[in-house]
């Protein structure tokens, strides 16, 4: 069965350290795909990066990264220098062979001034 | 940038009462879906839905549960008899592909409170 988790509840930093949001996934399915989503506050959820699992190199943009590791089943997501914006909560989801998402848990980033 | 709406921001219903949810999805993609997410948990898949007909669903959606497009713009979830259990947060999304790596992009959701 598909599953994701989200092992941290909570993190909390104060502004300008870097974070690494974690996410292990279970899948059966050799062609999968895995995703963040950013919800804010305001509640909207805001899509950042999708990966495939053919595709294990690691992706910049900007401030993010993010580290997939087909062998630990892990994919997981760090801001470098963080800002007060990035206060959310952040939802890793796989998608394999079915259409829906299936979401872990979700971690709340707070960020300190 | 082309967005997903959905209308109203918040509902608020009598425990039994009919309620609808409407979403318009971005205008090229023929994909769409609801999830809900209960206040504080986690985002859970309802339905997926492609020409005009329900192609995956959950559990969670059993016969009080329905979607429609109704016209050519249009995506809704009908609860027929809503339950307290029904508060949460409803999310639209819709996507351009049905491939497993297509994005599927939200709606800023339906806030929906039974009393």
């Known amino acids: 069965a598909q599953k994701v988790t989200q092992a941290q509840t909570e993190i909390s930093v104060v502004e300008k350290e870097d974070v690494t949001l974690d996410c292990v996934y279970e899948?059966?399915?050799?062609?999968?795909?895995l995703f963040w989503y950013k919800q804010p506050p305001s509640g909207e959820l805001v899509f950042l990066i999708r990966r495939n699992s053919f595709d294990e190199q690691n992706e910049i943009s900007g401030r993010y990264s993010w580290n997939f590791q087909k062998s630990t089943s892990s994919f997981n997501f760090t801001i470098t220098a963080s800002q007060v914006v990035d206060s959310a909560v952040y939802f890793c989801?796989?998608?394999?062979?079915?259409?829906?998402?299936?979401w872990g848990a979700g971690t709340k980033l707070i960020i300190k001034p | 940038e082309p967005e997903v709406t959905q209308t109203p921001s918040h509902q608020v219903t009598q425990m039994g009462q009919e309620v609808i949810l409407r979403c318009v999805p971005i205008?090229?993609?023929?994909?769409f879906y609801w999830y809900r997410q209960i206040l504080g948990q986690k985002v859970e898949f309802l339905v997926s839905?492609?020409?005009?007909?329900?192609?995956?669903k959950s559990e969670i959606f059993d016969d009080q549960f329905s979607v429609e497009r109704p016209d050519g713009s249009n995506f809704t979830l009908k609860i027929r008899s809503t339950k307290l259990e029904d508060s949460a947060m409803y999310f639209c999304a819709s996507s351009e592909l049905i491939g497993g790596g297509q994005p599927q992009h939200f709606g800023d959701g339906t806030r929906l409170s039974i009393l």
């Open positions: 839905f492609y020409n005009n007909e329900i192609s995956e």
């Open positions: 205008s090229n993609h023929l994909y």
């Open positions: 989801a796989l998608r394999d062979s079915n259409y829906q998402l299936i």
């Open positions: 899948t059966r399915d050799t062609t999968y795909y």
